[in-house]
């Protein structure tokens, strides 16, 4: 398949209603100092650095006015990662084909509190032919994210549940926006995908971590998920819990979750060239 689709899918993703944080290719490369971390452009094969993730969970920590590094840790983690899903699994659904992961292939761009504000994609003829599901979760789980997650715990002393907790809420939070924003004729394939998606074995935590749930709305159809593992940041200072948070009150957390669906924008031009399997891997659905 030629570059022409991916271009076409990544800007399609940065575009109303999605409104994906994604900047072209090739930005250049700003480094951490010690004291902070500032806002710039990094490579992304910094992440798998733990000293630069001690910087960037201390900045993060701090803006929540919290002493705890683990928080930092956490937040920064899910922030990076819900860009960087949205940018890949937006490829991959509306292409079928899978961006390389390469480290140092992607970069990133932080503000001074350590967050992660845009990504900018490898060059987009660079890209796999192993459409599957599984290829992409072990593109994005095994050879993305774990790098990046061994060098947060290393930071942090976070732990792999609260790590990949975070990841599937963001990966989840991805296949929202995309189901959102697909026609609906595509959004039973597109969450079979997402359910699939975080049904694969490269998930190294057993215990379910995200559940998925499709509501009704006067606009359509909205994918939402209910996380099993709090992101840690109801303990910033004058920060509660979001609303797919695992520690709430459940009827709260249905309110909060369908008032937020609800309120997002929603499309139907968004292209679901992907099929799912017939069979998926024996393993709790919500996991």
């Known amino acids: 398949m030629p570059a ?14 999605t409104n994906a944080p994604i900047a072209p290719p090739s930005r250049p490369e700003t480094s951490i100092p010690d004291s902070s971390a500032p806002p710039g452009w990094l490579r992304a094969d910094l992440l798998r650095d733990p000293g630069v993730w001690h910087r960037l969970a201390r900045a993060y920590s701090e803006g929540l006015r919290t002493p705890h590094l683990p928080v930092g840790g956490a937040c920064g983690l899910q922030h990076y990662a819900g860009r960087f899903a949205l940018a890949v699994l937006g490829v991959w659904v509306q292409t079928g084909r899978v961006l390389s992961v390469q480290h140092s292939r992607w970069w990133l761009q932080l503000d001074d509190r350590g967050h992660t504000t845009s990504v900018s994609a490898p060059d987009t003829s660079d890209t796999a032919t192993d459409d599957s599901v599984a290829a992409v979760a072990h593109a994005v789980l095994v050879e993305h994210m774990r790098p990046v997650v061994d060098a947060v715990r290393a930071a942090t002393r976070i732990t792999d549940k609260v790590a990949f907790g975070c990841i599937a809420a963001s990966c989840a939070g991805a296949f929202g926006a995309l189901h959102r924003r697909c026609g609906p004729a595509d959004r039973a394939r597109l969450r079979a995908l997402a359910e699939q998606f975080l049904q694969q074995p490269n998930w190294p935590v057993q215990t379910p971590l995200v559940r998925f749930t499709e509501l009704e709305l006067d606009a359509g159809t909205a994918l939402v998920h209910e996380r099993h593992v709090c992101c840690l940041i109801r303990l910033g200072e004058g920060h509660g819990a979001c609303e797919t948070c695992p520690d709430i009150d459940p009827v709260e957390r249905a309110e909060r979750t369908r008032a937020r669906a609800a ?5 139907a031009d968004l292209p679901v060239a992907t099929a799912p399997p017939a069979q998926t891997p024996r393993r709790d659905v919500r996991a």
């Open 263 to 267: 309120a997002a924008g929603q499309a």
């Open 4 to 17: 022409g689709p991916v271009d076409d899918a990544l800007s399609r993703l940065a575009t109303p209603p």
